[in-house]
């Protein structure tokens, strides 16, 4: 369950704080969480299915709109310094440190045709930076709230979706899918977020763990990844080529019993690549089969599953993320895998209450004896998507 007592009041002493850094208090509080990923991981950009949940851990922003056209940005921590910019200014590479997220989502209303005056912004946020929890989508996704709402754009969730992932590609420069976004703006408590990327449509489907006797751990790596690096756009270069080379629209077009005349059409990279798109959206369907019908204590082989594929056929796992996943596995976890683009990041360990303990002692214990930095493990729950705190 999520708490939204202590959500608003840290929403509160935010808008406390605005008042006192920018002299009036702000014209609201504009919440949105970052996400874990389930499964289907690299399957939103190619047309796919997706499973991922809002978490507790969101990014909120107190925001007043101003009469000109300054856009004046701080955040509660990290580099606490003011950024100042003109929203008639705006262009894709001028931008630098966390500004380019929600400057990024300015211009992309912009390019929609949205008029967008100035504003004051405070930001804080408790998403991890970095650990695949989809920090600056949480910030894009709360911008854009605000400023739908403050703009009176009147946007649906699906139109923000695509904003964002206009602002996230164009801007930020990340050639990311809408996977992020779409958990983070439409997500609900105690559900996760079945999407069919080719036209959006969301089934919310319910993912409550306590209930099973199971905690979702997550287990950030410390090793910081970022998707404008090259990695991520070259496995989105070989699934395109895939799809190509097979003569379909996307992968999502390929169904797994035609993996047996793809080995011929694709060379040995590209069809382990093709292969893991393939095996990992027929993952998602039966893990979203599996929690309808027998729920989350069944969905460990998935998840397993889903690793391997990461590790060996896309490779996009890392050693850290591979020992996190095998210790937890070892150590009483009935399922884990890497979540999020990879090539660091966070893994996640669906663990029996009882081994909580367990599992997490004897992954710091690995990450040490490795000679690691310390890993931060802590548990999530689904909660709600991007609103406004009243
Ligand atoms: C990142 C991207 C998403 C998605 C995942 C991998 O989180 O932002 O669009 O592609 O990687 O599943």
Redesign the pocket.
């Known amino acids: 369950m999520t708490s939204t007592a202590p959500s608003n009041a840290r929403a509160h002493e935010l808008a406390d704080r605005f008042e006192a850094t920018f002299g009036a208090a702000p014209h609201g509080v504009w919440a949105a969480p970052g996400r874990v990923?389930l499964i289907?991981?690299?399957?939103?950009?190619n047309e796919g299915f997706?499973l991922p949940f809002a978490i507790d851990n969101r990014a909120r922003t107190a925001v007043r709109l101003r009469d000109d056209s300054t856009v004046r940005l701080l955040s509660t921590s990290g580099d606490q310094r003011l950024v100042e910019a003109a929203t008639t200014a705006l262009a894709p590479g001028t931008v630098t440190r966390w500004a380019k997220y929600p400057l990024g989502v300015v211009w992309a209303l912009q390019q929609h045709g949205i008029e967008v005056p100035g504003f004051d912004l405070l930001l804080d946020s408790d998403v991890p930076l970095g650990a695949?929890l989809?920090s600056s989508?949480a910030i894009e996704c709360a911008v854009a709230t605000a400023l739908n709402e403050l703009t009176g754009a009147g946007l649906s969730a699906e139109e923000m979706v695509l904003l964002t992932q206009h602002a996230e590609n164009a801007f930020v420069g990340?050639p990311?899918?809408?996977?992020?976004q779409s958990a983070s703006l439409r997500g609900a408590t105690g559900h996760a977020v079945f999407l069919d990327c080719r036209d959006q449509s969301v089934e919310l489907v319910p993912f409550q763990t306590l209930e099973a006797g199971l905690v979702l751990l997550v287990i950030d790596t410390k090793v910081e990844h970022s998707?404008a690096d090259g990695g991520?756009a070259s496995r989105r270069a070989a699934c395109e080529l895939g799809a190509e080379r097979m003569g379909v629209k996307a992968l999502r077009d390929v169904a797994v019993a035609d993996l047996q005349n793809a080995s011929g059409l694709l060379d040995a990279t590209t069809f382990r690549r093709v292969r893991h798109i393939v095996t990992e959206n027929d993952r998602v369907l039966q893990t979203v089969d599996v929690l309808q019908t027998r729920g989350p204590a069944h969905i460990g082989p998935l998840l397993d599953a889903s690793h391997a594929s990461m590790r060996d056929d896309f490779e996009i796992s890392c050693p850290e993320l591979d020992l996190a996943v095998d210790t937890a596995r070892i150590h009483g976890a009935i399922g884990a895998r890497m979540t999020?683009?990879g090539f660091g990041g966070s893994a996640i360990a669906l663990t029996p209450v009882q081994d909580e303990q367990q599992v997490r002692d004897a992954v710091t214990r690995a990450f040490a004896d490795a000679g690691l930095t310390r890993p931060d493990i802590f548990t999530v729950t689904p909660s709600a998507g991007a609103a406004r705190i009243p």
């Open positions: 990923n289907g991981e690299h399957t939103d950009y997706v695949g989809s989508h990340a990311t899918g809408i996977m992020d998707h991520y999020g683009g």
